[in-house]
């Protein structure tokens, strides 16, 4: 209950540092000014007063999910006590942001071998997120799985994704196969009350069932049951989860914009866009905040890559978000980050105190250049490692900056999605574009439906049977 204890919470705010933005640190041709944060008072006040107005309206309704689940979160708490009880086994059929959260959110706040522990130190189910159709995959884990013991629990906001509708068919029928009436016992459905075919399809079944809010949209939906029940399933507490989101929220009501810093993030961000900066690095130096980037990717990238905006004007926008990893990235992608192209903002993650610490031990006293490592921590290694990072991407003049956790916990990564999340809304504010659609994800669904026969797409089909031919001499 630390989240009810003011002194707590403040002392878990995370710090967003943007020194190596600034025109000081990175020179005056990449870099930013007070003089530039003025000039765009206006673009900055727009994105505030823009997502303050239409908070809890239309697809915003992901911005009242910290106050607006109580009852709903009681029903997910009894629900994982009793999956709890019955199952050793929860898997997640779902993909994109019914995916992407749970996956990122179990990785942060479980044992990072959760799985692998023996059940009576694990003490709560293992969790497998299944975001996609390789065959492989599927039969790997139906080798794996004791089906007496596994709940599962299929997501889809709108109901009718075929990756996830394909892996529900696969799943029920060897349920029903092998538990006919019982089957749905070992099925909880999430997904949208108002359209779709999984409610009709849950409803017909007599599944458990949770609903994602209208207003709630795939990349926004970790904080409504697509992530609070997986979580809750593992032993997380969403309570504080959610605490920490609602903290996060009132810092960003401050409309000052070197107070608020989803909105000063925003205003980077577009900033460094105009000049160019094309490309969105999330690196956490942290293995528990590694699938953060990959949910992250999907928030920046469906967010705020957009053809127009919001009165018809073709802009193709967005930046490409790009995913590494502190440490292990610097032996792989930082060359690139340092002497490549400028056309990249760098977002690294750190945290401030580990939850746990391995010290190196003495040895190799004879040879000083391995010796120097001793006498230090893994925790002191990767902290000096990301500072040196942090220092040698400015030396090049290449913007990055950090956004600092006290540490990991339910709190601290509350205050974290729900900044990004708002940072997004606000970046999508000042780019005058829709936030929160996604037509691009269409073109591609829509071929895979005509090419399967689906009704209703053949005049998709018959396009497609008129598009150009592959050319055999293109092949090698
Ligand atoms: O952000 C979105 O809405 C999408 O990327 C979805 O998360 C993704 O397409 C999966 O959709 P659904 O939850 O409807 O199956």
């Known amino acids: 209950m630390n989240y009810k204890n003011k002194e707590w919470c403040k002392s878990m705010s995370l710090t967003l540092d943007y020194n190596n933005m600034m025109a000081e640190y990175v020179g005056e041709k990449e870099g930013f000014t007070v003089k530039d944060f003025n000039d765009n008072k206006k673009l900055s006040s727009f994105a505030f007063n823009y997502v303050k107005e239409h908070r809890g309206e239309g697809m915003m309704g992901w911005t009242e999910l910290p106050y607006n689940q109580k009852e709903i979160v009681n029903d997910i708490i009894a629900t994982a006590k009793d999956i709890k009880k019955k199952f050793d086994n929860f898997v997640v059929l779902g993909i994109g942001g019914s995916a992407l959260g749970p996956i990122s959110v179990f990785q942060a706040l479980c044992h990072l071998k959760h799985n692998e522990l023996p059940k009576s130190v694990r003490k709560f189910p293992k969790l497998y997120v299944e975001d996609n159709v390789d065959p492989e995959r599927m039969q790997a884990l139906l080798d794996v799985l004791n089906l007496d013991k596994t709940c599962f629990n299929v997501i889809t906001k709108s109901g009718g994704t075929s990756e996830t509708m394909s892996q529900y068919l696969i799943i029920m029928d060897i349920l029903k196969k092998k538990y006919g009436k019982n089957a749905k016992d070992h099925m909880i459905a999430t997904t949208s009350l108002s359209k779709g075919n999984l409610i009709k399809i849950a409803k017909e079944e007599g599944l458990k069932t949770f609903y994602i809010p209208d207003g709630v949209g795939g990349r926004f939906s970790e904080l409504c049951p697509v992530g609070l029940l997986p979580a809750a399933v593992v032993g ?3 309570k504080q989860l959610l605490a920490g ?3 996060m929220d009132k810092v960003c009501k401050n409309k000052d914009v070197r ?21 969105s690095v999330m690196m956490p130096y942290s293995d528990g905040l590694k699938y953060i980037a990959d949910w992250y990717c999907q928030l920046w990238g469906e967010s705020l890559g957009k053809s127009v905006d919001r009165d018809g004007n073709v802009v193709n926008v967005g930046q490409t978000p790009v995913k590494a990893l ?22 690294i993650l750190g945290v401030k105190n580990f939850r746990t610490n391995v010290e190196i031990p003495n040895g190799c006293d004879n040879i000083p250049d391995v010796a120097f490592l001793s006498g230090h921590t893994m925790g002191e290694l990767i902290n000096t490692e990301r500072v040196a990072t942090e220092y040698a991407l400015t030396t090049a003049n290449r913007l990055n900056y950090t956004v600092l956790l006290p540490e990991i ?34 073109g591609g669904k829509n071929a895979t439906y005509a090419l399967f026969g689906r009704k209703g797409y053949e005049n998709t089909k018959k396009e497609m049977d008129n598009s150009p031919k592959k050319n055999p001499e293109y092949f090698c």
Do not use: W
């Not at 502190?326 to 977002?347: M, N, W």
């Open 259 to 279: 107070k608020n810093p989803a909105l000063m993030s925003a205003l980077l961000e577009c900033l460094a866009m105009k000049k160019g900066k094309n490309i």
């Open 326 to 347: 502190g440490v292990t990235d610097q032996h792989s992608q930082v060359q690139l980050y340092r002497e490549g192209p400028f056309d990249k903002v760098i977002t």
């Open 245 to 247: 989101a609602g903290y």
């Open 236 to 238: 997380i507490d969403i």
């Open 409 to 442: 916990n339910a709190f601290t990564l509350g205050e974290l999605l729900f900044m990004f999340e708002l940072e997004t809304a606000y970046c999508g504010a000042m780019l005058n574009i829709d936030t929160f659609n996604q037509p691009g994800v269409e």
